[in-house]
Nanobody, 120 residues
Framework: QVQLVESGGGLVQSGGSLTLSCATS????????LRWFRQTPGKERNLVAS???????TYADSAKGRFTISRDNAKSVVYLKMNNLKPEDTAVYYC??????????????WGQGTQVTVSS
């Protein structure tokens, strides 16, 4: 059974840091692109960062220079380290496996999300 379980969210002051984790199981983690999205109420889920199987990374403009995505293939965990957090980073953060990655993922694979709240 495929599982993606996010953790590490919380309340932090502006300028602070958090590291999110997404523990996965049920698929060959090392062979997949992993992504982090975020969503605020009433808005679409937006891509924050992605990491491919060669550990090449891409970031949304809002995340560049502040966030770092990484992966541990031995543990099947993807991380998102967030520094210099701003109130506008407040959102629910989701890890994701893209739809079509394999027969296991005909649709996007999502975790349940973890809430990040940044106070000013």
């Amino acid at each position: 059974q495929v599982q993606l379980v996010e953790s590490g969210g919380g309340l932090v002051q502006s300028g602070g840091s958090l590291t999110l984790s997404c523990a996965t199981s049920g698929f060959s983690f090392h062979a997949y692109v992993l992504r982090w999205f975020r969503q605020t109420p009433g808005k679409e889920r937006n891509l924050v960062a992605s990491i491919d199987t060669s550990e090449r990374t891409t970031y949304a403009d809002s995340a560049k220079g502040r966030f770092t995505i990484s992966r541990d293939n031995a543990k099947s965990v993807v991380y998102l380290k967030m520094n210099n957090l701003k109130p506008e980073d407040t959102a629910v953060y989701y890890c994701n496996v893209p739809a079509g990655s394999s027969w296991i993922f005909p649709n996007d694979g999502w975790g349940q999300g973890t809430q990040v709240t940044v106070s000013s």
